[in-house]
């Protein structure tokens, strides 16, 4: 039967075979559900096949589902904005994420950190590299990244736990192997630095076309949606 539960068995079963190839333990690869545009029965459903990571898009449909102050939310879940953030709306993303994934200017940068010191709140990020030099994606250009982590771990309150990135939009897997074998050499170069207030274990990659090209080029955290929610109305 094509239940959330059997897909989602089907995804840690490649998972795990994608770890073995490379030689790496699964239990050191995160799963994250994506579940912009997935009402929340569905969500609910995936919390009770076994899913605690989710991750959204968009800040104002997280609210939607979810309430202002995540009461809508099942306990014990744990929710990453994965999307791109408007300085303006910080404030709701702090009320709301544990996680954001999406740093990549100064100006969200120094946003997150005020608010986040205003609220007593200290926020676990990750930097958004564009490992793939398309102009139609956010992120850090590779060769400033060093500059800019650097910068960002000065902020108050903001906690470096790594970086993410959003590989080519290409339709053989292979193809996007090096954006993620590129985030994995940033990280690498990164660590070597020392920086202070730096964790670089954290590398977001791969989604449903080519999560498995990434945890073979080092991938903890995959954003899985479709492979677990089936294609949505949207796409």
């Known amino acids: ?4 539960k059997a897909r989602w068995q089907l995804v840690q079963d490649q998972v795990e075979r994608a ?4 030689s790496r333990n699964p239990d050191d690869i995160r799963v994250m559900a994506v579940s912009k545009t997935v009402p929340l029965p569905q969500i609910r459903e995936a919390h009770e096949a076994g899913i605690t990571l989710f991750g959204e898009n968009r800040v104002q449909e997280a609210q939607q589902k979810f309430g202002t102050h995540r009461e809508n939310l099942p306990d014990g879940v744990e929710l990453h904005l994965v999307g791109h953030l408007q300085t303006n709306k910080v404030r709701k993303a702090l009320e709301l994420f544990d996680m ?7 100006n969200l940068a120094e946003t997150l950190s ?4 205003e609220s007593n709140r200290r926020i676990p990020i990750l930097i958004e590299v564009n490992t793939s030099g398309e102009e139609s994606k956010f992120g850090v250009a ?4 060093l500059e800019f982590t650097g910068q960002v771990a000065s902020f108050p309150n903001l906690q470096i736990q790594g970086f993410m990135t959003v590989g080519a939009w290409l339709p053989d897997p292979e193809q996007v192997r090096p954006c993620f074998h590129r985030l994995k050499k940033i990280a690498d170069e990164v660590k070597a630095q020392n920086i202070p207030n730096v964790n670089t274990e954290v590398l977001s990659m791969g989604m449903t076309n080519d999560f498995e090209v990434a945890i073979e080029e080092g991938s903890t955290l995959v954003r899985i949606g479709t492979a677990i929610f089936g294609v949505r109305p949207s796409q």
Do not use: G, K, Y
């Open 1 to 4: 039967m094509d239940t959330i």
């Open 19 to 22: 770890a073995q190839r490379s």
């Open 100 to 106: 954001i994934h999406s740093v990549d200017n100064m």
């Open 114 to 117: 005020r608010i986040a010191v």
């Open 142 to 145: 590779p060769n400033l990244v």
